[in-house]
Nanobody
Framework: QVQLVESGGGLVQPGGSLRLSCAAS??????MGWFRQAPGKERDFVAT????????YYADSVKGRFTINRDNAKNTVSLQMNSLKPEDTAVYYC???????????????????WGQGTQVTVSS
Protein backbone atom coordinates (compact mmCIF):
# COMPACT_ATOMS: atom_id res chain seq x y z
CA GLN A 1 0.00 0.00 0.00
CA VAL A 2 1.16 3.52 -0.79
CA GLN A 3 0.51 6.52 1.40
CA LEU A 4 0.96 10.10 0.25
CA VAL A 5 1.20 13.09 2.56
CA GLU A 6 1.24 16.64 1.24
CA SER A 7 2.63 19.69 3.00
CA GLY A 8 3.55 23.28 2.26
CA GLY A 9 0.20 24.88 1.54
CA GLY A 10 -0.85 28.21 2.98
CA LEU A 11 -1.85 31.78 2.29
CA VAL A 12 0.23 33.84 -0.12
CA GLN A 13 -0.21 37.17 -1.86
CA PRO A 14 -0.61 37.38 -5.64
CA GLY A 15 2.78 37.18 -7.29
CA GLY A 16 4.21 35.19 -4.42
CA SER A 17 5.61 31.67 -4.28
CA LEU A 18 4.92 28.44 -2.43
CA ARG A 19 6.53 25.02 -2.50
CA LEU A 20 4.40 21.94 -1.98
CA SER A 21 5.92 18.63 -0.98
CA CYS A 22 4.54 15.12 -1.13
CA ALA A 23 6.10 12.34 0.90
CA ALA A 24 5.41 8.82 -0.31
CA SER A 25 5.68 5.63 1.69
CA UNK A 26 5.91 2.16 0.30
CA UNK A 27 6.83 1.45 -3.31
CA UNK A 28 7.65 4.65 -5.17
CA UNK A 29 8.90 3.63 -8.61
CA UNK A 30 5.93 5.07 -10.43
CA UNK A 31 4.82 8.27 -12.13
CA MET A 32 3.29 10.97 -9.97
CA GLY A 33 1.26 14.08 -10.42
CA TRP A 34 -0.37 17.09 -8.84
CA PHE A 35 -4.02 18.01 -9.21
CA ARG A 36 -6.10 20.77 -7.72
CA GLN A 37 -9.72 21.39 -6.91
CA ALA A 38 -11.28 24.79 -6.36
CA PRO A 39 -14.60 25.16 -4.50
CA GLY A 40 -17.50 24.09 -6.68
CA LYS A 41 -15.25 22.88 -9.47
CA GLU A 42 -13.92 19.56 -10.67
CA ARG A 43 -10.46 18.29 -9.86
CA ASP A 44 -8.03 19.56 -12.50
CA PHE A 45 -4.65 18.37 -13.65
CA VAL A 46 -1.68 20.56 -12.73
CA ALA A 47 1.55 18.67 -13.45
CA THR A 48 2.96 15.19 -13.81
CA UNK A 49 6.41 13.61 -13.70
CA UNK A 50 7.68 10.25 -14.90
CA UNK A 51 9.13 7.65 -12.56
CA UNK A 52 12.72 8.83 -12.99
CA UNK A 53 11.98 12.54 -13.39
CA UNK A 54 13.04 12.48 -17.00
CA UNK A 55 9.72 13.66 -18.36
CA UNK A 56 7.34 16.33 -17.10
CA TYR A 57 4.10 17.79 -18.38
CA TYR A 58 2.08 20.79 -17.25
CA ALA A 59 -1.37 22.22 -17.63
CA ASP A 60 -1.34 25.29 -19.85
CA SER A 61 -2.60 27.40 -16.97
CA VAL A 62 0.56 26.79 -14.92
CA LYS A 63 3.21 26.30 -17.59
CA GLY A 64 6.19 28.56 -17.00
CA ARG A 65 5.14 29.28 -13.42
CA PHE A 66 5.09 25.86 -11.73
CA THR A 67 7.84 23.24 -11.63
CA ILE A 68 7.46 19.61 -10.60
CA ASN A 69 10.45 17.64 -9.34
CA ARG A 70 11.09 14.38 -7.55
CA ASP A 71 13.78 12.89 -5.36
CA ASN A 72 13.48 9.12 -5.45
CA ALA A 73 16.16 8.72 -2.79
CA LYS A 74 13.90 10.60 -0.38
CA ASN A 75 10.60 9.38 -1.85
CA THR A 76 9.38 12.93 -2.35
CA VAL A 77 7.76 14.96 -5.11
CA SER A 78 7.60 18.73 -5.01
CA LEU A 79 5.69 21.45 -6.78
CA GLN A 80 7.36 24.84 -6.87
CA MET A 81 4.73 27.48 -7.57
CA ASN A 82 5.83 30.97 -8.61
CA SER A 83 3.94 34.05 -9.76
CA LEU A 84 0.84 32.79 -8.03
CA LYS A 85 -2.53 34.16 -9.05
CA PRO A 86 -5.86 34.24 -7.20
CA GLU A 87 -7.16 31.65 -9.65
CA ASP A 88 -4.54 29.21 -8.36
CA THR A 89 -6.48 29.04 -5.10
CA ALA A 90 -7.52 25.43 -4.52
CA VAL A 91 -6.87 22.28 -2.56
CA TYR A 92 -3.82 20.65 -4.11
CA TYR A 93 -3.55 16.87 -4.22
CA CYS A 94 -0.55 14.66 -4.79
CA UNK A 95 -1.26 11.46 -6.70
CA UNK A 96 0.67 8.35 -7.70
CA UNK A 97 0.10 5.79 -10.41
CA UNK A 98 0.29 2.09 -9.76
CA UNK A 99 3.68 0.47 -9.27
CA UNK A 100 5.31 -0.07 -12.64
CA UNK A 101 3.41 2.74 -14.35
CA UNK A 102 6.41 4.82 -15.22
CA UNK A 103 4.92 7.42 -17.55
CA UNK A 104 3.09 10.50 -16.33
CA UNK A 105 -0.54 11.24 -17.10
CA UNK A 106 -2.88 14.22 -17.04
CA UNK A 107 -5.93 12.04 -16.38
CA UNK A 108 -6.98 11.64 -12.76
CA UNK A 109 -8.43 8.22 -13.54
CA UNK A 110 -4.90 6.93 -14.24
CA UNK A 111 -3.86 7.47 -10.62
CA UNK A 112 -4.41 4.88 -7.92
CA UNK A 113 -3.21 6.69 -4.82
CA TRP A 114 -4.09 10.13 -3.50
CA GLY A 115 -3.00 12.33 -0.65
CA GLN A 116 -5.37 14.15 1.67
CA GLY A 117 -4.76 17.51 0.00
CA THR A 118 -3.28 20.81 1.12
CA GLN A 119 -4.98 24.20 0.84
CA VAL A 120 -3.37 26.95 -1.21
CA THR A 121 -4.96 30.38 -0.99
CA VAL A 122 -3.74 33.27 -3.11
CA SER A 123 -5.18 36.52 -1.87
CA SER A 124 -4.17 40.03 -0.91
Amino acid sequence: QVQLVESGGGLVQPGGSLRLSCAASGRTLFAMGWFRQAPGKERDFVATISWNGGSTYYADSVKGRFTINRDNAKNTVSLQMNSLKPEDTAVYYCAARNYGMRGGSSSSSDYSYWGQGTQVTVSS
